[in-house]
């Protein structure tokens, strides 16, 4: 058993003169402080990586910056899905009693730290370096033809992708760390830049700079516990020219895994906080987890269902697309609104019932999926 003692999140968008060692220390400083526990009581770190400050050894680095001397260190990349597996990670040594405490940290500044041209050639990175990367296609590109493939497969529209860009944006407005204040409507996502077909400008995350971290401990000895009941993972492929159908992508997988520990069904879902680099990412995401049927996310997203006070909010501090996106950091943002939700500190944002959360992660284009399920400490 592990629970999530604390939390820890900057405001993304730029920070002028911070490094990524900085942007991770605010964070992490934040963390401790929510869960009420000293330098000195942390044993075991993991780290994400960094495209602006790509050193081998981060962890240890972060570690020896922020004053620590962890008994385990451990560095992790599996692209947007490092964050939730960091977390999953950090449960599972918990609970095997390799450490007590467990400070999981990542941040960047991917927007101020370095050119447009670089943050573009690091992420075309992804590609495979033969058949894919010598071609030109960025991170965007890719997605752009994974959408075109599911708008094709399942009826999907440019303006159901909209419909999501709006609601992360409408979320946004209500947390003072988002990146973006200014609302967005339907029209306004569709008349965008082009950026890859069918995709445009507000279908994608932006660049950021910005920090994550949260505890994770053996026992609950914080005021703001959250127990950690189920995770698991999937990774299905790493290219897309080498990618599965559509269909047979890992998010269905990685969720039935973090499904068997407690039997948990999906129906008994109350809040979810779900990967969003793009548009399309959420809308197949959504449906993959079964939290919409195919082709219906946006239908749901019309109805309210997503909203923060619909059926199952979704993202309520803004998600990639509007909070910000500063790499690994950006999905644990996520969590971090997850367990200010589960714990009655989202202010206005504040849901009616956050008693079991769905967080899903995706790394590479699709390929890596981490699942995990979070419930409230009665």
């Given at each position: 058993?592990?629970?999530?003692?604390?939390?820890?999140?900057?405001?993304?968008?730029?920070?002028?003169?911070?490094?990524?060692?900085?942007?991770?220390?605010?964070?992490?400083?934040?963390?401790?402080?929510?869960?009420?526990?000293?330098?000195?009581?942390?044993?075991?770190?993991?780290?994400?990586?960094?495209?602006?400050?790509?050193?081998?050894?981060?962890?240890?680095?972060?570690?020896?910056?922020?004053?620590?001397?962890?008994?385990?260190?451990?560095?992790?990349?599996?692209?947007?899905?490092?964050?939730?597996?960091?977390?999953?990670?950090?449960?599972?040594?918990?609970?095997?009693?390799?450490?007590?405490?467990?400070?999981?940290?990542?941040?960047?500044?991917?927007?101020?730290?370095?050119?447009?041209?670089a943050a573009v050639q690091s992420l075309a990175q992804v590609g495979h370096p033969v058949f894919e990367v010598p071609l030109g296609p960025t991170i965007p590109a890719y997605y752009g033809l994974v959408a075109s493939r599911y708008m094709h497969e399942h009826g999907v529209t440019e303006e159901d992708l909209a419909v999501l860009a709006v609601l992360m944006r409408e979320h946004a407005l209500m947390h003072p760390g988002a990146q973006f204040h200014d609302p967005i409507t339907v029209a306004e996502v569709m008349a965008s830049k082009p950026i890859a077909t069918p995709l445009k400008?507000?279908?994608?995350?932006?660049?950021?700079?910005?920090?994550?971290?949260?505890?994770?401990?053996?026992?609950?000895?914080?005021?703001?516990?959250?127990?950690?009941?189920?995770?698991?993972?999937?990774?299905?492929?790493?290219?897309?020219?080498?990618?599965?159908?559509?269909?047979?992508?890992?998010?269905?997988?990685?969720?039935?895994?973090?499904?068997?520990?407690?039997?948990?069904?999906?129906?008994?879902?109350?809040?979810?906080?779900?990967?969003?680099?793009?548009?399309?990412?959420?809308?197949?995401?959504?449906?993959?987890?079964?939290?919409?049927?195919?082709?219906?996310?946006?239908?749901?997203?019309?109805?309210?269902?997503?909203?923060?006070?619909?059926?199952?909010?979704?993202?309520?501090?803004?998600?990639?697309?509007?909070?910000?996106?500063?790499?690994?950091?950006?999905?644990?943002?996520?969590?971090?609104?997850?367990?200010?939700?589960?714990?009655?500190?989202?202010?206005?944002?504040?849901?009616?019932?956050?008693?079991?959360?769905?967080?899903?992660?995706?790394?590479?284009?699709?390929?890596?999926?981490?699942?995990?399920?979070?419930?409230?400490?009665?």
């Amino acid at each position: 058993m592990s629970f999530i003692t604390g939390a820890g999140l900057t405001s993304f968008g730029k920070h002028e003169g911070r490094s990524t060692l900085d942007l991770m220390s605010m964070a992490a400083e934040s963390a401790l402080a929510d869960a009420g526990l000293a330098r000195r009581d942390i044993d075991g770190i993991l780290c994400g990586y960094s495209t602006v400050q790509p050193h081998i050894m981060l962890a240890t680095v972060f570690a020896e910056h922020f004053g620590i001397q962890p008994q385990y260190a451990h560095a992790v990349q599996v692209g947007g899905g490092t964050g939730m597996a960091m977390a999953m990670l950090a449960h599972i040594l918990v609970t095997t009693g390799v450490a007590k405490n467990i400070l999981v940290v990542a941040g960047e500044n991917r927007l101020t730290g370095q050119t447009r041209d670089a943050a573009v050639q690091s992420l075309a990175q992804v590609g495979h370096p033969v058949f894919e990367v010598p071609l030109g296609p960025t991170i965007p590109a890719y997605y752009g033809l994974v959408a075109s493939r599911y708008m094709h497969e399942h009826g999907v529209t440019e303006e159901d992708l909209a419909v999501l860009a709006v609601l992360m944006r409408e979320h946004a407005l209500m947390h003072p760390g988002a990146q973006f204040h200014d609302p967005i409507t339907v029209a306004e996502v569709m008349a965008s830049k082009p950026i890859a077909t069918p995709l445009k400008l507000l279908d994608c995350c932006p660049v950021s700079d910005g920090g994550a971290a949260f505890i994770v401990s053996r026992d609950d000895t914080s005021k703001h516990g959250v127990k950690v009941i189920g995770t698991g993972q999937a990774h299905t492929h790493q290219y897309v020219t080498t990618a599965p159908a559509l269909s047979d992508l890992g998010a269905a997988p990685a969720l039935a895994r973090a499904s068997e520990e407690r039997g948990i069904a999906i129906r008994d879902v109350r809040y979810a906080a779900i990967y969003d680099s793009f548009t399309i990412t959420l809308a197949m995401l959504l449906e993959d987890l079964g939290l919409a049927k195919r082709g219906e996310a946006a239908a749901r997203a019309r109805n309210g269902d997503f909203g923060i006070m619909g059926a199952l909010p979704l993202n309520t501090h803004g998600g990639l697309l509007s909070y910000g996106h500063c790499g690994v950091g950006g999905a644990m943002a996520h969590l971090v609104e997850t367990h200010l939700q589960m714990t009655g500190r989202a202010g206005q944002r504040q849901v009616k019932d956050a008693s079991l959360a769905l967080l899903h992660g995706d790394g590479g284009v699709l390929s890596s999926h981490v699942s995990m399920f979070l419930e409230q400490v009665r």
